[in-house]
T-cell receptor, first 113, second 113 residues
Framework: NAGVMQNPRHLVRRRGQEARLRCSPMKGHSHVYWYRQLPEEGLKFMVYLQKENIIDESGMPKERFSAEFPKEGPSILRIQQVVRGDSAAYFC???????????FGPGTRLTVL | QKEVEQDPGPLSVPEGAIVSLNCTYSNSAFQYFMWYRQYSRKGPELLMYTYSSGNKEDGRFTAQVDKSSKYISLFIRDSQPSDSATYLCATSLMDTGRRALTFGSGTRLQVQP
């Protein structure tokens, strides 16, 4: 059973460009979570999604960031007009149900030049 | 005050030592407790999880939760160089609409051969 998959693993963008990060949950998992890990800081929750629904986006920055989990295909975290402060590791996690443990993917390391 | 406090270390021990890693949390509503291990530039890997106060053992690892003092611990027996990693404690509510994990900042462990 493949784990949580994320791509790309590394992404380099210039200031002002858009970044799209993809996450495919584990087979049978319908709950997806996104976290951000800034250099020398802990993991911070961003958003929790189920298929076609955003359940909790209390950790998402108010501007430039959006997330979706369509009926078909991976979950997407989109960052518009990236700035240097967006440079971080972005991790996706998934769980089979609402109260189950979350399993993390390998992360996407975003570097903004 | 952070919701979950964790000593960042680094903690250096000789091979075979017993390791004690600790976290405190401030929100008494947290009901679910986890320990993750994260190797450098990798995603967090779930080690242990528990819902209740007391001890839970899995091989060389024991997780301990004391809800009365809001204190969680992870003990590693017979530590190995391969245990060298950053250890993250995490907590969450049991609210179906709020599944965010709140992480400590992580303790970096180095096991010397």
């Amino acid at each position: 059973n493949a784990g949580v998959m994320q791509n790309p693993r590394h992404l380099v963008r210039r200031r002002g460009q858009e970044a799209r990060l993809r996450c495919s949950p584990m087979k049978g998992h319908s709950h997806v979570y996104w976290y951000r890990q800034l250099p020398e800081e802990g993991l911070k929750f961003m958003v929790y999604l189920q298929k076609e629904n955003i359940i909790d986006e209390s950790g998402m920055p108010k501007e430039r960031f959006s997330a979706e989990f369509p009926k078909e295909g991976p979950s997407i975290l989109r960052i518009q007009q990236v700035v240097r402060g967006d440079s971080a590791a972005y991790f996706c996690a998934s769980s089979p149900g609402v109260v189950d443990t979350q399993y993390f993917g390998p992360g996407t390391r975003l570097t903004v030049l | 005050q952070k919701e979950v406090e964790q000593d960042p270390g680094p903690l250096s021990v000789p091979e075979g030592a017993i390791v004690s890693l600790n976290c405190t949390y401030s929100n008494s509503a947290f009901q679910y407790f986890m320990w993750y291990r994260q190797y450098s530039r990798k995603g967090p890997e779930l080690l242990m999880y528990t819902y209740s106060s007391g001890n839970k053992e899995d091989g060389r690892f024991t997780a301990q939760v004391d809800k009365s003092s809001k204190y969680i611990s992870l003990f590693i027996r017979d530590s190995q160089p391969s245990d060298s990693a950053t250890y993250l404690c995490a907590t969450s509510l049991m609210d179906t609409g709020r599944r965010a994990l709140t992480f400590g900042s992580g303790t970096r462990l180095q096991v010397q051969p």
